[in-house]
């Protein structure tokens, strides 16, 4: 079961829906090759045959995410806990540096100002639920932390 927000299953499904369309244009690059003859020494049909298969395997891949997906409503959470798609400022307790967290369903900004993470890791179940004023323990590769939950934004 995948948990996520509203905006990640309309990105999942916009994203499904592009790969679909593609579908009409590898079956074409497809007749295109095998009208160049021998298929055995066709590196255009083997390429687009690759691509097909690549771009198949997206399709189921996002499909069972769907499938089996759980759309969170925000809306409807107690003020100050952490929940999907929120940002969460946490206090490393022995550093006393400060980051921000984004709890996602679907990990997909590499370039914004916070660290994203799923449910599923490490740091997500600590903080799936856990209350502004709480510190939550995190077993991280590097050992155990422990955090304090500064503010949900």
Do not use: W
């Amino acid at each position: 079961m995948d948990y996520m927000t509203a905006d990640d299953k309309a990105r999942l499904e916009t994203q499904l829906d592009e790969l679909r369309r593609l579908r009409t244009v590898l079956s074409d690059r497809i007749g295109r090759a095998r009208e160049h003859g021998d298929l055995k020494e066709n590196a255009e049909y083997h390429c687009a045959k690759e691509d097909q298969g690549h771009n198949e395997r997206k399709i189921r891949d996002i499909e069972k995410k769907l499938s089996g997906a759980v759309v969170i409503d925000d809306t409807e959470l107690p003020e100050g806990m952490v929940f999907i798609g929120a940002t969460v400022r946490l206090r490393d307790t022995d550093s006393g540096n400060e980051d921000l967290y984004r709890l996602v369903g679907e990990l997909s900004d590499t370039d914004a100002d916070y660290v994203e993470v799923t449910p599923n890791s490490p740091m997500g179940m600590s903080l799936m639920k856990a209350r502004v004023g709480e510190t939550v323990m995190v077993d991280l590769p590097r050992g155990r932390r422990s955090f304090e939950i500064v503010e949900v934004i």
